[in-house]
């Protein structure tokens, strides 16, 4: 039997409002909203004025409410409130990924000490179950990567990239078709993706770590050049959420990186989000689906509600009983290009395997220690780009610091 | 904590074998198989002959024994082992989808009966987890359709089918590559798919339907002529398995199909399995995987085996509450094709769209009362050639023959 759920929902943007119609108007679900709260007094909305109320206690002090729908861009108001409901023992649905990354571990404790749910689906790839296939599907054991296309705004820039359009005018696209949002800051530069990541390793390794720990390049200093190499030796820019079990050992980043046909990504276009893990035996599996806008996003709220009517919780099962721990340093396989060839002496490689130059345009690719790279680095100087090459083939093995073992350079490849 | 599994094998085949690597030599899992019984006693095993028993009442009698995972061919067999297991109070994972298929509702009534779990998500699409989606993650009120490429033999013929070599050449290419059994009739007439799709209508709507009222028609009949009339339009032809919710009603088939370049089925190629999940607010979500082969089979039995350790179970909560029922009777949009113009006549148009005819090959699309069509009349005329035309436009209403009503040739069209 399905529970009954008095829902009080932050925000009513176009998730909140689909969210509303479909609960109160279909009576598909026994769930009803019972009280709205936004910030915004003078904004026109779909329904009349008096569902709205301004004050964030309406539905906090409200013993009958026992769910809160947390749809709110602000990260710092969204985190008040998901505490404060979590202490007034309401079960939250949220979506904010920012928030989580920043706070998962405290939140964990939190709903543990009040014995409630917390249920996020909808901050991961929207409509594409990846949280719940980590949790209840893929076990710790077996699991050995993660890696995705999260970050639809980005996507579908490199997708229309991909036609020589300039970055601006594919932007000023994205954001009139609503991909991007208005400061894409969070999007271009790969921290929305980032704060993804993080929540995705939590649940495929049950390894929670900080956002800062986790390095993200984004898009931002893409040149027609880099998409022109890429064209010519059959590859597509994508940018990569990826994670890897390595040993005892995971490493996580966000990163442009070029990808052959028959990666998981390179049919993945637009705005659409793909997620692929890999496990033993299963070979990898593919994941796609629309990962933005308002109606992905609803339906993976709509589905935690509907979970939650027969008490479902995150477990986080990994978490208590992993061995694996979180590590910066490893070598990759980088491509640097940059308009002034002297700006690729910025970066340190171990190893060098191909340069070129010419008047306007050169480029590097070769080893290097994945510590050296920053997102500082990156924004610091935005004739620098930086993308991993290629997919698959970029990892060499643990930087084995720590152990005082000197890194081979010569055994570098042999992965 | 995990529960401590002991486990009882049936079949010592590829996944058998696999399995029982993983599991009694990682120590990864907490469940170790105690017993294994085969049927045959001369063949050649990869571990010494005294690991193996032949008589089925060693594990069936043995008490310690928890759970019984049963990986044989033999439906029948594969019945009598499963709900004797269950009788005895052990637990099932079972990868025998004809078995399944054609006794579903038995054997739900009897794992309630018994307290036990029978979990089975290597019986569909191998490594794809569709079935826990469909039954944890996708709401009934919200579901409309699943669709799938859930036969890697089949999906392998077509893909190389467009290369031009002949049905005969390929099939032998596919048997020695291991992709298709020697005698492939269960996978070349869509049988093997039929049963698939009818576990995959009980998890999706909670319908509960026989094999023998979901139509089946193969891949046996095509010829080049199709081929290169799906190349000339831009097309490709796919073995689909499809599950939709009209109004109140379920339809369900498994068919040839001409899928379009922005189909979920379009880039499926060789053994690959796919399936889309269609959801209100949530577009389409595409599962892509390997469907077949041992090592994919195997890491679904091994995620059935971890769910178990967690006291997973099926709970079939859409078949307690579904008001939706199964109709045989719609209509189609299709495509005949025959080397004899005259055997077009064999099936009854409602309306005829194109028509086209020469020496040699002859063809016709238009619309047909599905009912109409059946498995017998396309085993009993080799020379026709039946596929769905095109994907997404093939569906135009129920007919509604039970109410009287007569159906309305002219507003075929209209959906």
Not at 321 to 326: A, G, I
């Given at each position: 039997?399905?529970k009954?759920?008095?829902?009080?929902?932050?925000?009513f943007?176009?998730?909140?409002?689909?969210?509303?119609?479909?609960?109160n108007?279909s009576?598909l679900f026994?769930?009803?909203?019972?009280?709205?709260v936004?910030?915004?007094?003078?904004?026109?909305?779909?329904?009349?004025?008096?569902?709205?109320?301004?004050?964030?206690?309406?539905?906090?002090?409200?013993?009958?409410?026992?769910?809160?729908?947390?749809?709110?861009?602000?990260?710092d108001?969204?985190?008040?409130?998901?505490t404060?409901?979590i202490?007034?023992?309401?079960?939250?649905?949220?979506?904010?990924?920012?928030m989580?990354?920043h706070?998962?571990?405290e939140?964990?404790?939190?709903?543990?000490?009040?014995?409630?749910?917390?249920?996020?689906?909808?901050?991961?790839?929207?409509?594409?179950p990846?949280i719940?296939?980590?949790?209840e599907?893929?076990?710790?054991?077996?699991?050995?990567?993660?890696?995705?296309?999260?970050?639809?705004?980005?996507?579908?820039?490199?997708?229309?990239?991909?036609?020589r359009k300039?970055?601006?005018?594919?932007?000023?696209d994205?954001?009139?078709?609503?991909?991007?949002?208005?400061?894409p800051?969070l999007?271009?530069d790969?921290?929305d993706?980032?704060?993804?990541?993080?929540?995705?390793?939590?649940?495929?390794?049950?390894?929670?770590?900080?956002?800062?720990?986790?390095?993200?390049i984004g898009?931002?200093?893409?040149?027609?050049?880099?998409?022109?190499?890429?064209?010519?030796?059959?590859?597509?820019?994508?940018?990569?959420?990826?994670s890897?079990?390595?040993?005892d050992?995971?490493?996580?980043?966000?990163?442009?990186?070029?990808?052959?046909?028959?990666?998981f990504?390179?049919?993945?276009?637009?705005?659409?989000?793909?997620v692929?893990?890999?496990?033993?035996f299963?070979?990898?599996?593919?994941?796609?689906?629309?990962?933005?806008?308002?109606?992905?996003?609803?339906?993976?709220?709509?589905?935690?509600?509907?979970?939650?009517?027969?008490?479902?919780?995150?477990?986080?099962?990994?978490?208590?009983?992993?061995?694996?721990?979180?590590?910066?340093?490893?070598y990759s396989?980088?491509?640097i290009?940059?308009t002034?060839?002297?700006?690729?002496?910025?970066?340190?490689f171990?190893?060098?395997?191909e340069?070129?130059s010419?008047?306007?345009?050169?480029?590097?690719?070769?080893?290097?220690?994945?510590?050296?790279?920053s997102?500082?680095?990156?924004?610091?100087?935005?004739?620098?780009?930086?993308?991993f090459f290629p997919?698959g083939?970029?990892?060499?093995?643990?930087a084995?610091?720590?152990?005082?073992?000197?890194?081979?350079?010569k055994?570098?490849h042999?992965?």
């Amino acid at each position: 039997m399905r529970k009954k759920l008095t829902i009080g929902l932050f925000g009513f943007g176009c998730v909140g409002s689909g969210l509303y119609e479909i609960l109160n108007r279909s009576g598909l679900f026994n769930a009803s909203i019972k009280t709205i709260v936004v910030k915004n007094k003078d904004k026109k909305r779909p329904i009349p004025q008096e569902h709205f109320h301004f004050d964030k206690e309406v539905i906090l002090n409200d013993p009958e409410i026992n769910l809160v729908v947390e749809l709110i861009d602000d990260a710092d108001a969204a985190y008040e409130i998901v505490t404060r409901a979590i202490r007034s023992g309401k079960h939250v649905v949220s979506a904010n990924k920012k928030m989580i990354a920043h706070h998962l571990t405290e939140l964990i404790d939190l709903k543990n000490q009040y014995k409630v749910s917390f249920l996020y689906e909808a901050s991961v790839c929207g409509s594409i179950p990846v949280i719940r296939n980590l949790e209840e599907y893929y076990n710790n054991d077996t699991l050995s990567s993660v890696q995705g296309i999260c970050n639809g705004t980005t996507n579908y820039i490199l997708t229309i990239g991909q036609r020589r359009k300039s970055f601006d005018e594919i932007l000023t696209d994205a954001q009139r078709l609503g991909f991007a949002e208005t400061d894409p800051t969070l999007d271009i530069d790969g921290f929305d993706a980032k704060f993804k990541l993080q929540i995705l390793i939590a649940h495929a390794f049950g390894v929670i770590t900080l956002p800062e720990d986790i390095l993200n390049i984004g898009i931002r200093n893409i040149k027609i050049q880099d998409i022109q190499y890429a064209r010519e030796k059959g590859l597509k820019l994508k940018l990569i959420a990826s994670s890897e079990k390595i040993g005892d050992k995971v490493i996580g980043y966000v990163a442009p990186e070029f990808v052959k046909e028959n990666s998981f990504a390179y049919d993945v276009n637009y705005e659409f989000n793909a997620v692929t893990i890999e496990a033993a035996f299963s070979d990898r599996q593919v994941f796609k689906g629309k990962g933005a806008g308002s109606f992905p996003t609803a339906s993976a709220v709509l589905s935690d509600i509907s979970a939650l009517q027969y008490d479902y919780g995150y477990e986080y099962r990994k978490k208590e009983t992993t061995q694996l721990k979180y590590q910066k340093e490893f070598y990759s396989r980088i491509f640097i290009s940059s308009t002034n060839p002297d700006k690729l002496n910025l970066i340190d490689f171990e190893q060098v395997e191909e340069t070129f130059s010419s008047k306007d345009y050169a480029y590097k690719i070769g080893t290097v220690d994945f510590s050296k790279l920053s997102h500082q680095l990156y924004r610091d100087h935005p004739e620098l780009f930086i993308a991993f090459f290629p997919e698959g083939e970029h990892l060499f093995r643990l930087a084995e610091k720590r152990d005082g073992e000197k890194c081979n350079k010569k055994n570098l490849h042999s992965r």
